[in-house]
């Protein structure tokens, strides 16, 4: 066997691969031998079917086995001689197949590049830090009371005020076909919270109880549902009934619902909430800030297909999440596209940064810390362990478990070696 090996770049060569008729002689008798040992042919013992015959009935899957055969043990070859990490192999090429000749063939295979670290101990970052004030424990009991609020029925009214909360029946059609996905019965929304399209919400504002309306309207570019983005879409709306938002009062009936004796003492669990919201808040700026610092002092390159397809996770991910929430979708928009790319790129820089770090920090996972885990999640589901273990090891995920939790040793070292600095947010006006 001989191979040589050409650049296409510094993540990805091709390698051509030269066997002799020697080598492809010996794996096609071994090949037939283990073809011969399962066959099982009326007139025949088991095992025992003459090489000949089996090589007669099997010529394609015989043929099929050894070139897979003679290709990934010689890409094993190729991985130790060379000392390289392959993760990808594509574009195999080869000529057609002869037991008695050579056999040559070749692909292209990416590969991670030796990745030169900058300086990751004693970053200098910032940790943006929140501080709670009375107003702000004000503000999140008058939303706490929001969410409490209930939703009483209109009945000596039918005109359509700002703030109210409507049941509609609505659909829309584009070239005088319906798009199922935006059909609603009995759909529940609010005036005034920027949930409709705003040509559409002024048209609801001007309408009456029972009254139905059809009327057209260009929907957004980047509207989630594709048969209507960017379309004009006849709409038809029927006010089913008006609702208005009754907010309780902060009094003795609303604390006994809550469990809490006090207004006071309402207020010390909303600050101690508060509190540990600006700590989560607090620590994920800081490793927000830390990502940033290696990713700019690391300038590196990856294989391409590491980042299509971190792109076709996060994008299955956010249709998955816009489907619970029952927009169906079966692709994504442009921006949200655009989004998923550049936070694609982060976690594959990243990923690759803390796997070269905790190489050479030698920060390892142990088998204990993924029982674990497990173990964790199987109580969170009210399941038995060795279910959720299966289910990992047959969806190939144990090794998702072990990149995780490595990963959150490697930002607690880097935190733990970091010159922090706290700073006031940055206030969006």
Known sequence: MSFKIEEISSTEKKALFDIDKDEVAKTYLSVVKLFQ??????GFRKGKVPLKVVESIYTEQIDEEIKTRIINDNLRVLAAEEKINIVKTSNLQFKDFDKDKKFQFSFNFELIPDINLGNYKSLEVEKEVFSIEQKDIDKAIENLLVNFASNEEVVKRKKIQKKDILSINFSGEVGGVIVKDLVRENAMIELGNDSLIPDIEIKIKSMTLNEEKIFDVTYPKDFPIAEAAGKVVSCKVLINKIYKKVIPKLDDDFMAKLG????????ERVASDLERSSNEKSEASLRRNIGDKLINDNQFEFPLSFLSDEEKRLESEYLGRMNEKGIKMNEVDEKTKELIKESALRNVKLALIFAEISKVEN?????????QVISSIAKS??????????????NNLMDDVKVKLTDEKVIRFLVSEAKIKEVKPNVVK
């Open 260 to 267: 809490i004796e006090s207004k006071e003492k309402l207020e």
């Open 37 to 42: 040992k399962d066959a099982d042919l009326k």
């Open 363 to 371: 920060i390892v996972v142990g088998e204990e810390e993924v029982e």
């Open 381 to 394: 589901q009210n399941t038995q362990v060795s279910k959720v273990k299966n289910y990992y090891k047959d």
